[in-house]
T-cell receptor, first 113, second 111 residues
């Protein structure tokens, strides 16, 4: 099993550009989520999904869109990048939101100039 | 609203001593779970331990134990016999309808 994979590992964008961060898992997990990590702020939840076709907002959803057309994939879209979105982004998945380990991807380091 | 609080931004501990990292939470739900993760300087998130709100015994995993005090809404992580490799960022997390994290505690183990 590959676990949770994220692409790209690094990305530099200019203000106003759009992009999609890819996340995939091969563990048949129902629950998937996106976090951003900033110094001193811990991990903040952006969006999450409890299954294919179902998504919901987390703590800091503004400026980001998600979709979940399959169990395996959960892409995060930045519609118009801003310098405030410079961060490290983690995707995670688990069997269900109610318990057990959440598996994390390696992270994507995004810089917006 | 549900909330996770880690009040210790940083800690310095002598090698081989026991360490307690604090975590308090706020929720009105009866069913929830509590996690601890370790993030070394390399950046990956490493799962350490999980405690369900209905578990009667404190969770343990090797040198890690979770001191769960439901009435006080605290879920402190205890690391016994600390090692240099324990130096890292530690995050407490909670799940009910979604999983959220505290701001973390940076632990430094001194030789």
């Amino acid at each position: 099993n590959a676990g949770v994979t994220q692409t790209p590992k690094f990305q530099v964008l200019k203000t106003g550009q759009s992009m999609t961060l890819q996340c995939a898992q091969d563990m048949n997990h129902e629950y998937m989520s996106w976090y951003r990590q900033d110094p001193g702020m811990g991990l903040r939840l952006i969006h999450y999904s409890v299954g294919a076709g179902i998504t919901d907002q987390g703590e800091v959803p503004n400026g980001y869109n998600v979709s979940r057309s399959t169990t395996e994939d959960f892409p995060l879209r930045l519609l118009s990048a801003a310098p405030s979105q410079t961060s490290v982004y983690f995707c995670a998945s688990s069997y269900w939101r109610g318990g057990g380990e959440q598996f994390f991807g390696p992270g994507t380091r995004l810089t917006v100039l | 609203a549900q909330k996770i609080t880690q009040t210790q931004p940083g800690m310095f501990v002598q090698e081989k001593e026991a360490v307690t990292l604090d975590c308090t939470y706020d929720t009105s739900d009866q069913s929830y779970g509590l996690f601890w993760y370790k993030q070394p300087s390399s950046g990956e998130m490493i799962f350490l331990i999980y405690q369900g709100s209905y578990d009667e015994q404190n969770a343990t995993e090797g040198r890690y134990s979770l001191n769960f005090q439901k009435a006080r809404k605290s879920a402190n992580l205890v690391i016994s016999a600390s090692q240099l490799g324990d130096s890292a960022m530690y995050f407490c997390a909670m799940n009910w309808d979604k999983i959220i994290f505290g701001k973390g505690t940076r632990l430094h183990i001194l030789p």
